[in-house]
């Protein structure tokens, strides 16, 4: 029988296999939804609940002691009621939406304010490349869950195109640090 054919990270090689089970297992029904994730789900047709389950996602909630700590990439769960959506914005790494449940529209936009949607349903995704700006919304009348991975483990500042969201959000996340 053989062994590991990897190192184990350094900040895990003392824990037991017992401890890194309880510290990477992460269950939808311990995790409370954040209504406050995000700059702009504090406005009306952005409000949307962020479950995290692996690292902060692009909330940058990064000491949320109830997610498994992030390597490199996050995933959390969005729920987002009929009618909500998020503003445009880009990150700096690609982020992907995987639908769970229901129908969800995704649109990317290019430097001219070309918008380009589709919508995706249950078992459908799309990624959406670092620097290109993109959003969602539910056009639906139930609501919408759906995963969210971004392909770095402590993504920066939401990149939102609204000068005074984006604003917002670089407070907001300062005021993490």
């Given amino acids: 029988m053989g062994g590991a054919r990897h190192q184990v990270a350094p900040e895990i090689a003392a824990l037991s296999i017992e401890e890194i089970a309880a510290k990477f297992t992460a269950r939808f029904g311990e995790i409370p939804p954040d209504w406050d994730a995000f700059a702009d789900s504090r406005r009306e047709g952005n409000r949307r609940a962020q479950h995290r389950f692996i690292g902060a996602g692009g909330s940058g909630k990064h000491a949320d002691p109830n997610v498994v700590p992030a390597g490199n990439f996050t995933l959390s769960i969005l729920l987002l009621p009929p009618g909500q959506g998020s503003g445009a914005h880009t990150h700096e790494v690609e982020e992907v939406f995987f639908v769970l449940d229901g129908a969800l529209t995704v649109f990317l936009e290019d430097g001219a304010g070309k918008r380009v949607s589709t919508r995706l349903g249950k078992w459908e995704c799309i990624s959406c490349p670092a620097g290109v700006l993109h959003g969602f919304v539910n056009e ?38």
């Fill in 140 to 177: 639906g009348d139930a609501p919408v869950y759906f995963q969210i991975m971004i392909g770095k483990g402590r993504p920066g500042p939401i990149g939102f195109a609204d000068d005074d969201v984006y604003a917002d959000e670089l407070a907001r996340t300062a005021a993490m640090r």
